[in-house]
DNA sequence: TTGTAAGCGTTATCAC
DNA sequence: GTGATAACGCTTACAA
């Protein structure tokens, strides 16, 4: 049985057809009870609902998405999705299509442009209703075969307002200058900057940015120490502080370009006998689950990273509609005050 | 011409027939060049590679899974994408797919078997080549579907021979049994167990049987505690960490059900003037990415994730050839010695 | 090795 | 509100 089943392409499948049969309606009847349900009397609609019901179907999306031409599928690619930064925000996409009948096909760039273009290209292959990508960074070939395929285009954790697919981010400059400041009035003048040991960070160097703007704004020196690069973050954060610990005049405070590099800082701080924040405040970049269970527990800017997930699917869903769509939505981190700073 | 384009569906677009013409040859001739190249001479594929880059043609998947009642695509049901345990297993199974030319689609359960079978429902109607869940516990019209869909249906994080989809899990039991043992080798004799605050966490109660199992069989008592139900697992970890060490006869060694307790515990017990572990041993479950920067690090044991999404797409891949696909693939767990036991 | 013809199961279009 | 008919772009089946 299941060998026929195989042999012959949908034999004995049931479809549109058989369930338009059972009620007594045509098919396209049934496909209007399913798309646009007030165009179908009360009277049919029982009929087809008892219909579907007995015979269990399942309608073929597939089949839907070829004669539509636009599949309610939605791709998204993400640099990784076990890291702890993008999980919430696949998370929080993921389920607001749900409620709304799409589907999520999701493929991992880890930072590469060409794997990002090979994904892409596979998933416009599914003639998705639209596409969501991390930052505005894409190869040459990639924006081209979105362009020509005319669909919405969203760009999340970042935010170019000079560019034209809708941008879902926040300003990672602003990070840097709210680290500097939330220093800067607790006391702290000899403020030091960790960057992330891992190259092709760009939006780490903007929160840099942010960090030296403001210290020379507040008529400070600028102090940023660049960790050995392609070290795992948490031991870069480890060496980071050692190094800047016994320098000459170290730094009352640090903040670290991620938590990862700030949680290797406070440990080792701690075996290094450096109190914290007492001798040195540290503040982190993420919120991190484990930021609250670090001894002492991390203070960091947590980034809206579920709410970016939950906005891009909503403007996702607006896009399909005769909605104007707000182009640029620029969210807000949050500084989450703990223990050590 | 944009609007036009949504107009007219399809309209304009390069199909297989467009580059057919472009290369001189048949529509099913260039339908082999993606599929059987083999079967295409060579003086036609380079025709039809010349006409493919020319024209930038993109496969239709959708059509060709219509065509061939099976697309390119496989689902998978996780309870939740964003914590610690599962990001990775769909890391591995999504790379791995990807590389081989599947598409993967992802939707998450949170752990409710109405949610997956809506999920599965979902899934099906894109015809994909395979699904795979998390544990064997799901509603009866998952099932039915499944089994009438006639797909392969693999099942993960669990191992349950006696059922007849392909398994890829670990034994919990066996986890339980590896830390108990552990901790009597290294001369501990009373060891407790802290159960999860999770109502419905089925596998750290299997955990639990192993280590009870084991203590009787070792001649010790057996003493789980059971935090309040829906609290936090780290303040539940806090909570049992406190309520054992002010207990008549403290632990010397507690088994948490996972790492969330564990730093939770670790908290508690460091905030108490608990010396772990000198006074109170800690073993978690999980290898959560912050069990290394907890102090004391974190011993804990490390479950296969990233191992079982890629064997699950390993076995997906296989149940699509000729090949006899190994049933029972059950993985081991590995414990991480640290600092805390 | 190559081609022809006939679907796959749905929706767009137009007519009633 | 309802239906007949013709796509949608590809692959299977069979023939040459």
Redo the contacts with the bound molecule.
């Keep these: 049985m299941s060998e026929d089943k195989r ?4 034999a004995g ?1 049931v ?3 058989t369930v338009a049969r059972h009620a007594q ?5 049934v ?2 009870y ?2 646009q349900p ?4 009360p ?2 609609r029982e009929r087809i609902k008892a219909a579907v019901d007995e015979l269990g179907y399942v ?2 999306l597939v ?2 998405g ?4 636009r599949g309610r599928i939605v791709g998204m690619v993400i640099p990784n999705i076990s890291g702890p930064i993008f999980a919430s925000t696949i998370q929080g996409f993921s389920d607001t299509l749900n409620r709304h009948g799409y589907q999520l096909l999701l493929a991992s760039s880890y930072f590469s442009v060409e794997q990002e273009e090979s994904a892409v290209r596979a998933f416009l292959g599914w003639s998705p209703a639209a596409l969501v990508l991390t930052s505005h960074f894409h190869s040459e070939a990639t924006e081209k075969m979105i362009a020509e395929a005319d669909i919405p285009l969203i760009e999340t954790w970042d935010y170019r307002p000079e560019r034209s697919p809708i941008q879902i981010g926040f300003s990672h400059f602003q990070v840097g200058v709210t680290a500097a400041r939330y220093l800067h009035d607790k006391g702290y003048r000899r403020i030091a900057f960790v960057q992330n040991s891992a190259a092709g960070d760009f939006s780490a160097l903007e929160r840099r940015d942010g960090y030296s703007a403001t210290m020379t704004e507040l008529g400070l020196e600028p102090q940023v120490y660049a960790p050995q690069e392609g070290l795992a973050p948490f031991e870069a954060g480890k060496q980071a502080m050692q190094a800047l610990m016994a320098s000459e005049r170290p730094p009352q405070a640090i903040i670290f370009a991620n938590d990862n590099l700030a949680a290797g800082g406070l440990l080792a701080g701690q075996r290094a006998g450096v109190k914290i924040p007492g001798d040195c405040a540290v503040v982190g970049f993420g919120d991190y689950p484990f930021a609250e269970m670090l001894m002492p527990s991390l203070t960091t800017i947590k980034p809206p990273a579920l709410e970016i997930g939950v906005l891009a699917a909503t403007r996702v869903l607006e896009s399909l509609g005769e909605v104007e769509v707000e182009r640029l939505n620029l969210l807000e981190c949050r500084l989450i005050e703990r223990e050590s700073a």
Tied chains: 1, 2.
């Design positions: 042999k012959r392409r949908g499948r479809t549109l057809n309606v045509s098919a396209i009847t496909s209007r399913f798309n007030d165009q179908v009397s009277e049919r309608p073929n089949a839907g070829l004669a539509s031409a």
